[in-house]
């Protein structure tokens, strides 16, 4: 069975703090990762996607990707009480189809408090 | 707008009456998805499909059917409810692998 894992959370962080969230997945021969922002009775929305190793950074969100240790993590810089919120990882699982399926991992669940 | 709507938001039915969750995107995303959420088991991923007449199975298909007659549209049937199917649900289309859905904002179902 393929898994992504997440720490469940609650992640308090005081404002303007970083968050820094993660997720570790089972499958090596995954390729794309995604970090989902889901508010507390909404749908998930799409914050970031990684491909390659490294870091990716768009605004205050940057995600890391170490794929060697199957790792994937968000930080949140200067954070604010509106990125309070449940955060899911999401990873591609190659499988044996030609669609690479996305399995989301539990979530973690932030909360920035004022 | 851009967006993916499905209807109705909320349902309460009883166990075996047939229905119908309907999704429609306005993006022309070849990939489109159906999601339940429940407690402690995050996000499972019912059926997915890859353009109009080309429908897979996810991780919990059973229960369900699915139909893509057009791209835009991708409704999911539940040909008898049963309360173990008391979910959240998710329509979620992409434009292509690997680029990351677009989610509808949820059916809240509850079979009785």
């Known amino acids: 069975q393929k898994e992504v894992e997440q720490n469940s959370g609650p992640l308090s962080v005081p404002e303007g703090a970083i968050a820094s969230l993660n997720c570790t997945y089972s499958d090596r021969g995954s390729q794309s990762f995604f970090w989902y922002r889901q508010y507390s009775g909404k749908s998930p929305e799409l914050i970031m996607f990684i491909y390659s190793n490294g870091d990716k950074e768009d605004g205050r969100f940057t995600a890391q990707l170490n794929k060697a240790s199957q790792y994937v993590s968000l930080l949140i810089r200067d954070s604010q009480p509106s990125d309070s919120a449940t955060y899911l990882c999401a990873v591609t699982d190659p499988g044996s189809t030609s669609y690479d399926k996305v399995i989301f991992g539990p979530g973690t669940s932030l909360s920035v408090i004022p | 707008e851009a967006q993916v709507t499905q209807n109705p938001r909320y349902l309460i039915t009883v166990t075996g009456k047939k229905l119908t969750v309907t999704c429609s995107q306005n993006?022309?995303?070849?990939?489109m998805s159906w999601y339940r959420q429940d407690p402690g088991l995050g996000l499972r991923q019912i059926y997915y499909?890859?353009?109009?007449?080309?429908?897979d199975k996810g991780d919990v298909p059973e229960g369900y059917k699915v139909s893509r007659k057009e791209k835009r549209n991708f409704p999911l049937i539940l040909e008898s409810p049963s309360p173990n199917q008391t979910s959240l649900y998710f329509c979620a289309s992409s434009v292509q692998e690997g680029y990351g859905y677009t989610f509808g904002s949820g059916t809240r179902l509850t079979v009785v």
């Open positions: 499909s890859m353009n109009v007449e080309v429908t």
């Open positions: 993006m022309n995303h070849e990939y």
